[in-house]
C-alpha cells in the first residue's frame, strides 16, 4: 500500500471521530471506566490469630490473604512476598498456583517450607509486607499497624484499608471495616461469652498492672540477680488473696504453664514478679521462668480453675521504660516505672519518639563543635582531631550515664558518652576521631563532615539536641547563639566560654 492511500484513510478516520457526537464520546468513557481492573494486592492480614483462622495441619497460624482483582488469571510463582523489601533473597516465591479472577488464596505465615506457607512471621506490632515480581521489583506494598488478637487489616472497595473486627479469610470483606482499632475481634466476644455461660467457679481477680521488658536500673534489690525483666500484680479485693494455683503465662492455650509461687497478696498490695534467668531471692519477690519479648507480646494471668482473669499486649519497649496501668483502666508508655507502688501518671506519654530540646537549653547541650581543625586543639596523640564541645548550662549536675552523641539522627544511641557527672558550668570536650576511648581524652566511634548533623540524646528523658554542620572555612567552628540561631566562630574555644560570632563561616 502506497504512502498516500495510507495519509488518505488517516484523514478519512479522523474526519468521522469529528463526527462522533459527544454523547458517545461520554460512552466510550464510562465504558473505560466500567472496565478499569481493581490490582493484584494484598487484601487482608492478621498478625495475632487465635480464632479468626483454624487449620487441620498448622493450627492457628497468622494468615495474609492475595485477590486478584484483574480480568486475567495470574500465575503466583511469578511472584514473591515478603516482609523486608532490603532483603530481596530473602523473600519468598509464591506456590504454583493460577489465581482466577476474584478469586483469594490464603498464606500462613508460619516459617514452614510447606504449600501456602512463608518462611516467615508476622508482627502483631507493625509490618511492612511487599509483593515482588520476577525482577525483584515491588508490585504493591502494605504497611500493617499493630493488631490485638483476630482483628485484620483488610481493604475496603474502594482500595484503602482499615481494621475488621470479623476477619474473612478466602472472601470478600465485606463493609464491616473500621478507621479505629475495635477493643475486641468479635470471634473473642463470643468465645468470651460462650465460655462465661459454662466457666468453672472464678477465683478472686488479681489485675496485671505494670510490665518492663528490658530492666536496666528501674528495678534492683539485694538478692535479685539478671531480673533483666519484670512484672506487677495488684490485688484490688477487699480481702487476701492466695497466689497458689495461679498461672502467668505468654501462651493462651496453656493456663498451667508459669504457676505463681505460693504467696498471700494483701488487699491493695503490690507483687513483683521477676522474669530473668537469674536467681532472686529479694524480699516480697516472686520468679518464674517466663521471658518478656523486647519486641512486645501478650501475657494472660489464669486462676486456680482455669479461667482468664486479666490480660495485657504490650508494646515493643526501650530500656527502663514500663507498660503500665492507670486509674482509667488505659495502658500507657512509663518513663519512671513504679515496680510495687501505683504508677505516677505524671511519667505517662503518648509518644516515645525523641523530642528536641527546648530553647533556651538549660541543660547539657551542644555548645560547640569544629570539623576542619588545622589550628586549634590537639589531642594526645598529636592529631588536630575534629572536636564537640558539651556544656552543662543547668544548675545541677548532669549524670551523662545514658547519654549519647551521634552524627546520625536516625541512629541516636551511636556513641554512648561514659558515666561521668558533669557539674553546672562545666564544660566536657569529645574528640570525633574515630578512636573510640571512653577512658581518659575522650574520642567519640565517628568522626564529623560538612552536611551532617551534629546530636547529642538523653536516653532517659528521650530528648535531644542537634546542631547541623555547614561547609566552612579551615579552623571555623559552629555553634548557637542564646536564640538558637546557628553561628560560626572565627577563633575555636574548646573547654572555654564561645567568643564573638561571625556573619559566615566561609
Not at 516465591?93 to 508460619?110: H, I, M, S, T
Not at 491493695?268 to 529479694?282: D, E, K, S, T
Not at 501478650?298 to 508494646?315: H, I, M, S, Y
Not at 575534629?386 to 556513641?415: C, H, I, M, Q, R
Request: one cysteine or more; hydrophobic letters at 35%; charged letters at 20%.
Amino acid at each position: 500500500m502506497s504512502k498516500s492511500v495510507l495519509n488518505r484513510i488517516c484523514a478519512l478516520l479522523l474526519s468521522l471521530a469529528s463526527l462522533l457526537p459527544l454523547s458517545a464520546c461520554d460512552r466510550v468513557k464510562a465504558l473505560f471506566a466500567e472496565t478499569k481492573q481493581e490490582p493484584f494486592c494484598i487484601n487482608e492480614v492478621v498478625t495475632s490469630n487465635q480464632l479468626s483462622l483454624q487449620d487441620e495441619v498448622y493450627g492457628s497460624p497468622d494468615w495474609i490473604e492475595l485477590y486478584n482483582g484483574t480480568s486475567a488469571p495470574i500465575q503466583l510463582s511469578n511472584y514473591f512476598l515478603t516482609d523486608n523489601v532490603a532483603a530481596p533473597q530473602k523473600a519468598t516465591r509464591l506456590p504454583e498456583v493460577e489465581l482466577q479472577p476474584g478469586e483469594y488464596l490464603v498464606l500462613f505465615a508460619n516459617k514452614k517450607d510447606r504449600p501456602n506457607c512463608l518462611d516467615f512471621s508476622l508482627k502483631r506490632n507493625g509490618e511492612t509486607l511487599s509483593i515482588l515480581n520476577a525482577r525483584m521489583e515491588e508490585v504493591t506494598t502494605l504497611v500493617i499497624p499493630a493488631l490485638i488478637r483476630d482483628v485484620s487489616y483488610a481493604r475496603r472497595a474502594d482500595g484503602t484499608y482499615g481494621f475488621c473486627d470479623l476477619p474473612t479469610p478466602g472472601a470478600d470483606n465485606g463493609d464491616n471495616i473500621q478507621d479505629v482499632m475495635p477493643l475486641s475481634s468479635q470471634l473473642v466476644k463470643e468465645a468470651e461469652e460462650e465460655e462465661a455461660a459454662t466457666e468453672a467457679p472464678r477465683s478472686p481477680a488479681i489485675l496485671i498492672t505494670e510490665v518492663v521488658s528490658k530492666n536496666v536500673s528501674s528495678l534492683q534489690a539485694d538478692g535479685c540477680q539478671g531480673c533483666t525483666e519484670w512484672i506487677e500484680l495488684y490485688n484490688p479485693n477487699e480481702e487476701a488473696v492466695s497466689l497458689l494455683g495461679y498461672a502467668l503465662t505468654d501462651d493462651m492455650t496453656n493456663e498451667k504453664s508459669k504457676p505463681l509461687p505460693e504467696r498471700a497478696l494483701l488487699p491493695g498490695q503490690y507483687a513483683l514478679i521477676c522474669c530473668g534467668r537469674g536467681p532472686c531471692a529479694a524480699e516480697g519477690h516472686m520468679r518464674i521462668d517466663l521471658g518478656l519479648s523486647a519486641k512486645g507480646e501478650e501475657l494472660f494471668l489464669f486462676d486456680p480453675n482455669g479461667n482468664l482473669l486479666d490480660t495485657v499486649a504490650f508494646p515493643a519497649l526501650p530500656a527502663d521504660v514500663s507498660w503500665a496501668k492507670g486509674t482509667d483502666g488505659a495502658w500507657h508508655y512509663c518513663v519512671a516505672p513504679t515496680p510495687g507502688t501505683a504508677p505516677e501518671e505524671a511519667a505517662f506519654v503518648a509518644d516515645l519518639s525523641p523530642q528536641p530540646m527546648e530553647a533556651p537549653l538549660r541543660s547539657l547541650h551542644i555548645s560547640e563543635a569544629l570539623y576542619r581543625n588545622t589550628l586549634s586543639i590537639l589531642d594526645e596523640d598529636g592529631d588536630r582531631s575534629d572536636f564537640v564541645e558539651l556544656y552543662n548550662a543547668g544548675g545541677e549536675a548532669v549524670s551523662l550515664s545514658g547519654w549519647y552523641l551521634s552524627d546520625n539522627p536516625d541512629k541516636l544511641t551511636k556513641w554512648p558518652l561514659p558515666d561521668l557527672s558533669l557539674a553546672p558550668g562545666e564544660y566536657l570536650l569529645v574528640f570525633l576521631s574515630g578512636k573510640d576511648r571512653k577512658t581518659g581524652e575522650l574520642h567519640a566511634s565517628f568522626s564529623l563532615h560538612a552536611g551532617e548533623t551534629l546530636c547529642l540524646y538523653d536516653s532517659v528523658h528521650r530528648r535531644f539536641d542537634s546542631l547541623p554542620i555547614p561547609e566552612t572555612a579551615e579552623n571555623v567552628s559552629v555553634g548557637r547563639d542564646a536564640a538558637g540561631v546557628l553561628v560560626y566562630y572565627s577563633h575555636p574555644t574548646p573547654l572555654e566560654e564561645n567568643g564573638t560570632p561571625l556573619n559566615t563561616g566561609k
